[in-house]
């Protein structure tokens, strides 16, 4: 939202329905963090999260109030419409995109970690599978599993019946669920396994690192064609200990790893040279690591120095 569509803090202009521009500006501000979490889990982008609230508070603005029943639902449905919009036009974009893509990491506080289910909703091992739905599934998947918003609301929302979004919830549950980590694991196992790593390819020490990986670990790193990585998803326990120490442990700098916590779960800032190089994130089965998540392309590094505000409520 910027500052030159939004009101001045202080005038009472008459909107449609007889309502004031404050009490407008009041409930939109009020759902904000919402709106922004809607829009991040839909399109895995801050950037375009915040053009979608944009959008959505130009909308907002020319609604009659006098006949909007639940303002929060009302703010939710904009901004899903808004996000399903953007999300169709990305997929053009991700198509032409050098190599993999990865969810853009937020930096966040320490106490999304503490609500288990929006840690998960925005973890970067979910955010990544939710890359495989369709954009109605995933729009139906993200109100549903991860606020709570009714089939009906829903439908109002994706233009489609209460019964519709039945299915297609139904299918898209079933999709990531067969994709999805079988358990959610508490912060402090994903800190342990996260520190025995950093420790093993700080020293280049080749078996520790493989002691730390799940057999068919996954490796995806994201250098939008800006940084070098991997062009496509390294799998396999050896191939990608090899990777991680011949690349980042063998390089002739200093590499350094500071603990913080991005999308609700413990993670990785980084530093060569005391330059922010990317971020990296993990997802642990059974006490290993089953998925690396390494993003290197600097326009998704804008969220990792300032704590962006999430909520599901």
């Known amino acids: 939202m910027n500052e030159r569509s939004e009101p001045t803090t202080g005038t009472a202009e008459p909107l449609a329905g007889g309502g004031t521009m404050d009490s407008a500006t009041e409930t939109f501000v009020a759902h904000r963090n919402l709106l922004f979490t809607v829009a991040y889990e839909m399109l895995g982008s801050a950037a375009d999260a915040e053009d979608v609230l944009q959008e959505t508070w130009l909308r907002w603005m020319k609604v009659d109030m006098g006949q909007v029943r639940d303002q929060r639902?009302?703010?939710?449905?904009?901004?899903?419409?808004?996000?399903?919009?953007?999300?169709?036009t990305m997929r053009r974009r991700k198509e032409a995109y050098v190599g993999s893509w990865l969810p853009e990491p937020l930096l966040t506080a320490p106490d999304v970690a503490e609500d288990v289910e929006l840690a998960e909703s925005v973890s970067m091992a979910l955010m990544l599978v939710l890359e495989t739905l369709s954009p109605t599934e995933r729009a139906v998947f993200v109100l549903r599993e991860a606020f709570d918003v009714s089939?009906?609301?829903?439908?109002?929302?994706?233009?489609?019946?209460?019964?519709?979004?039945?299915?297609?919830?139904?299918?898209?549950?079933?999709?990531?669920?067969?994709?999805?980590?079988?358990?959610?694991?508490?912060?402090?196992?994903?800190?342990?396994?996260l520190e025995s790593f950093q420790r093993a390819f700080e020293t280049g020490d080749l078996?520790?690192?493989?002691?730390?990986?799940?057999?068919?670990?996954?490796?995806?790193?994201?250098?939008?064609g800006v940084k070098r990585a991997a062009p496509r998803p390294i799998t396999g326990a050896d191939k990608v200990a090899r990777f991680i120490v011949g690349?980042?442990?063998?390089?002739?700098?200093?590499?350094?790893?500071?603990?913080?916590?991005?999308?609700?779960?413990?993670?990785?800032?980084?530093?060569?040279?005391?330059?922010?190089?990317?971020?990296?994130?993990?997802?642990?089965?059974?006490?290993?690591?089953?998925?690396?998540?390494?993003?290197?392309?600097?326009?998704?590094?804008?969220r990792i120095e300032s704590e962006t505000p999430l909520t599901l409520r």
């Open 73 to 88: 639902a009302y703010l939710v449905r904009i901004t899903t419409r808004q996000s399903l919009d953007r999300l169709r």
């Open 151 to 193: 089939y009906d609301e829903i439908a109002a929302a994706v233009d489609k019946s209460p019964a519709a979004v039945r299915q297609i919830a139904h299918r898209a549950r079933r999709h990531v669920d067969a994709r999805r980590p079988r358990e959610v694991v508490p912060p402090s196992e994903t800190r342990a396994a």
């Open 207 to 224: 078996q520790g690192v493989l002691d730390m990986l799940a057999p068919q670990v996954v490796l995806v790193s994201d250098g939008g």
């Open 247 to 302: 690349g980042l442990g063998k390089a002739e700098v200093v590499l350094t790893g500071d603990p913080t916590m991005v999308n609700g779960n413990p993670a990785l800032v980084l530093r060569v040279d005391g330059e922010i190089d990317g971020v990296m994130a993990i997802r642990v089965e059974d006490a290993r690591i089953t998925g690396l998540y390494y993003v290197r392309n600097p326009e998704k590094l804008t």
